[in-house]
C-alpha cells in the first residue's frame, strides 16, 4: 500500500484491447468523488469532439507526437504538463494520467526521454506506472479488427505481421521503465477475464493500484465492442480489396456493413490467425516474455502468455462457403463501380493452399 501522505504521479499505459477506454472512462466520471479523497484524475482538457479523447490524457503523451492533431487542444502539452506538476506541487495526493499513446512509445529511445521527462515533471512525488498485456496472438487479431473497423480501413494483415507495433514487445517496455523508475514502480498486469479482480477492467485496476472503491459508484459493466467476423475482416484486409478501392473508402463501409449482418453471425466461430500462424507469432514474442514474467509475473500469469497447442483455432474453410474466398473476392472487385476509361480491376491472387 502506498503511504497516502507521499504525492504521487501514476502513469497507466494503455494498451489498445485491454480494458483502457473503460478505466479512462470510470476514473473520468467519478474524478469529482475521488478528489475529495486526495485522488486526482489530472485535467484531460476537453474539447467534446469524441469522449473517448476527451476523457483521457492525449495531450500529455502527444508531447512527443502521434496520432491526433495538436492544433485541436485546448491547451499545449507543454502547458498541460506544468499545469500537472504545479498541480502536485500543490494539492499532494495522488495524480492520474492514462493515455494510448503511452505504450507506442515506451520501449523506443523516445520512452526513455518521456520517462525521465515525466519523473523530472513530478519533482519529489513517487511515480508509478501500470499496463496490461494480453497474450500477442489473441491482441493481434483483435487489434486488427478493430483498426478495419475504424476509419483505418486499410490495413494488409500480412504487412501487419511483417512489422507488428513495437508494443508487443512488452519486455522492452516494461523493462526499460523499471530501469529509470525502479522495478518496485512498475506494475504488470495480464488482461484476461479469469484473472481480472472483481472480474472487469476497472476493479483490477483499482486493485492493482491501491485506490479505494467508491461505495456510491460501482464499475459500469464493461463494453464490450463487438468484434468483425473473420470472413469480414479478412476480406476488407485482402491486398486486391485494399488496392482496389484505395480511391473509393465508402465502399469499404459497404463492404463492412454487407459481410456484418446478422446473417453471417455464424462467422464468428472462426478467427483470422490459424494455429500455425499463431505459433510462428508467438515464437517471436517467447524470449521476451520469459524476461517480462522474470521481472514481473507470477507463474499463473507467466502461463497466461504461453501458447497453448491445444486449442483448436479454425480459420473459415472453403466449403463452408457458396463460394470460394478467392471466387468471392474476384466477384466483389467485378461489381465495383468504375469511372469512364478506367482499368478494370486487377485480378485477386490465386491461394497456393487452402486455408485451414
Not at 487542444?73 to 499545469?83: C, H, I, Q
Not at 494455429?275 to 524476461?291: H, T, Y
Not at 466477384?331 to 476509361?341: A, E, G, M, V, Y
Request: glycine share 4%.
Amino acid at each position: 500500500m502506498v503511504s497516502a501522505t507521499t504525492p504521487e504521479l501514476l502513469v497507466h499505459v494503455g494498451l489498445p484491447k485491454t480494458g483502457t477506454s473503460a478505466i479512462q472512462l470510470y476514473m473520468y466520471r467519478a474524478r469529482e468523488d475521488f478528489a475529495k479523497n486526495g485522488i486526482y484524475w489530472a485535467e484531460t482538457y476537453p474539447n467534446g469532439l469524441h469522449e473517448w479523447a476527451d476523457v483521457a490524457h492525449h495531450v500529455y503523451s502527444h508531447k512527443w507526437g502521434g496520432w491526433l492533431d495538436q492544433s485541436k487542444f485546448k491547451v499545449t502539452p507543454d502547458v498541460a504538463w506544468r499545469s500537472l506538476s504545479e498541480a502536485i506541487a500543490t494539492k499532494g495526493g495522488r495524480h492520474v494520467i492514462s493515455s494510448e499513446r503511452f505504450c507506442d512509445l515506451l520501449g523506443l529511445p523516445v520512452g526513455e526521454a518521456m520517462l525521465k521527462f515525466i519523473k523530472d515533471t513530478a519533482g519529489p512525488a513517487r511515480v508509478r506506472l501500470i499496463g496490461y498485456v494480453r497474450r500477442q496472438d489473441d491482441l493481434i487479431e483483435s487489434h486488427i479488427s478493430e483498426l478495419i473497423k475504424g476509419k483505418n480501413a486499410k490495413v494488409s494483415i500480412q504487412k501487419y505481421l511483417e512489422r507488428v507495433p513495437t508494443f508487443l514487445y512488452y519486455d522492452e517496455a516494461f523493462v526499460q521503465a523499471a530501469n529509470i523508475l525502479g522495478k518496485e514502480n512498475v506494475i504488470v498486469r495480464v488482461y484476461a477475464r479469469d484473472r481480472l479482480v472483481g472480474g472487469d477492467a476497472v476493479s483490477d485496476f483499482l486493485h492493482a493500484c491501491d485506490i479505494p472503491m467508491l461505495s456510491e459508484r460501482a464499475p459500469e459493466k464493461e463494453n464490450v465492442n463487438p468484434s468483425l467476423n473473420a470472413l469480414t475482416t479478412k476480406i476488407l484486409s485482402d491486398p486486391s480489396i485494399i488496392a482496389n478501392f484505395e480511391d473509393q473508402p465508402s465502399w469499404f463501409f459497404v463492404l463492412r456493413k454487407m459481410f456484418s449482418q446478422e446473417k453471417y453471425a455464424w462467422l464468428n466461430k472462426y478467427v483470422l490467425l490459424d494455429s500455425e500462424m499463431r505459433r510462428s507469432l508467438m515464437a517471436r514474442f517467447d524470449q521476451g516474455n520469459k524476461r517480462l514474467a522474470t521481472m514481473f509475473l507470477n507463474a499463473d500469469d507467466a502461463n497466461a502468455l504461453e501458447f497453448d497447442d491445444t486449442i483448436p483455432r479454425p480459420t473459415i474453410p472453403n466449403e463452408e462457403l457458396v463460394l470460394t474466398y478467392e471466387d468471392l473476392i474476384q466477384l466483389i472487385l467485378t461489381l465495383r463501380p468504375r469511372q469512364p476509361n478506367q482499368k478494370p480491376p486487377a485480378p485477386a491472387p490465386k491461394a497456393k493452399a487452402k486455408a485451414r
